[in-house]
């Protein structure tokens, strides 16, 4: 009878610390998992950010030639004429 008890004893124990380094080996394949993530998230934050970056700029160049083409449009002198001369067309013509 103690052997059996202690034969039920040892696999308890057994079955506890197979438990344990289970449990154990889960967290740490859970925290690379996560460090992997994180890692990738980064990374993408970074390229997204240049990628604003680079549209910011584009938006800015737009901005700048658009206004410039206003303030061409404005020193126009033909500007409150009917007929157009070939400065003005060419100035339309850049649009």
Do not use: N
Request: charged share 25%; proline share 1%.
């Amino acid at each position: 009878m103690k052997w059996v008890l202690a034969v039920l004893l040892l696999c308890a124990a057994s079955g506890a610390q197979g438990w344990r380094m289970g449990h154990g080996a889960a967290e740490t394949e859970a925290a690379l998992a996560l460090s992997a993530a994180r890692a990738e998230a980064f990374r993408a934050a970074q390229l997204a950010g240049r990628a604003e970056i680079a549209r910011l700029v584009a938006a800015a160049e737009r901005d700048q030639l658009a206004q410039a083409l206003e303030d061409a449009a404005h020193a126009d002198p033909d500007a409150d004429s009917v007929v157009l001369r070939a400065d003005s067309v060419r100035r339309i013509a850049r649009r």
